[in-house]
């Protein structure tokens, strides 16, 4: 199994530009999620998805949107890119919600880089 | 303001030592805590975890300790190894919580 799989791995965008970061897990999970990542910070979660077609904001939202329309699939859409999107994006599945003690599986992420 | 606390950026240990890394947190319904291993250009992977009704967790190397009245968890790599340097970090998630909570990490260094 390929597990969580996330494209591109390096990406520079100018300002304004936008640009959509894939990510695809076989796993049947539910639940899919994007984090961000700081240097020197912890992943800071940006949306989630229970499951196809629902998807809900996390702590940092602001200038992204997501969709779900299939269980594999959870893109992240940057529509206007901004110097402090620049960042390394996690995206993490489960089956289960977290508040069943289940742990989260991860990509290898998408290094962003916003000039 | 945050909710899982990793107050040391950095540690450097010797091969065959023990490896002591902390972990503190805030919000008293947390009742699962985990560590994520992290190598550089890779994702983090899950190491260890506890639930809230256990105080200690082993598996092979790695042990997690939590304290619940401290609010505290620590995770134990004896003995450490070249391969353990990577950043871990420690989350945790409650009843009502709808993803991990991270801390910043803590970069590990096992010089041989």
């Known amino acids: 199994n390929a597990g969580v799989t996330q494209t591109p791995k390096f990406r520079i965008l100018k300002i304004g530009q936008s640009m959509t970061l894939q990510c695809t897990q076989d796993?049947?999970?539910?639940?899919m999620y994007w984090y961000r990542q700081d240097p020197g910070m912890g992943l800071k979660l940006i949306y989630y998805?229970?499951?196809?077609?629902?998807?809900d904001k996390g702590e940092v939202p602001n200038g992204y949107n997501v969709s779900r329309s299939t269980t594999e699939d959870f893109p992240l859409r940057l529509e206007l890119a901004a110097p402090s999107q620049t960042s390394v994006y996690f995206c993490?599945?489960?089956?289960?919600?977290?508040?069943?003690?289940?742990?989260?599986?991860f990509g290898s992420g998408t290094q962003l880089s916003v000039l | 303001d945050q909710q899982v606390k990793q107050n040391s950026p950095s540690l450097s240990v010797q091969e065959g030592r023990i490896s002591i890394l902390n972990c503190d947190y805030t919000?008293?319904?947390?009742?699962?805590f985990l560590w994520y291993k992290k190598y550089p250009a890779e994702g983090p992977t899950f190491l260890i975890s506890?639930?809230?009704?256990?105080d200690k967790n082993e598996d092979g190397r790695f042990t997690v300790f939590l304290n619940k009245s401290a609010k505290h968890l620590s995770l134990h790599i004896v003995p450490s190894q070249p391969g353990d340097s990577a950043v871990y970090f420690c989350?945790?998630?409650?009843?009502?919580?709808?993803?991990?909570?991270f801390g910043k990490g803590t970069t590990l260094s096992v010089s041989s």
């Open positions: 919000n008293s319904m947390f009742d699962y």
């Open positions: 506890i639930s809230s009704i256990k």
């Open positions: 993490a599945s489960s089956y289960l919600t977290v508040a069943t003690n289940e742990k989260l599986f």
């Open positions: 998805s229970v499951g196809a077609g629902i998807t």
């Open positions: 989350a945790a998630s409650s009843q009502a919580g709808t993803a991990l909570i």
């Open positions: 796993m049947n999970h539910n639940y």
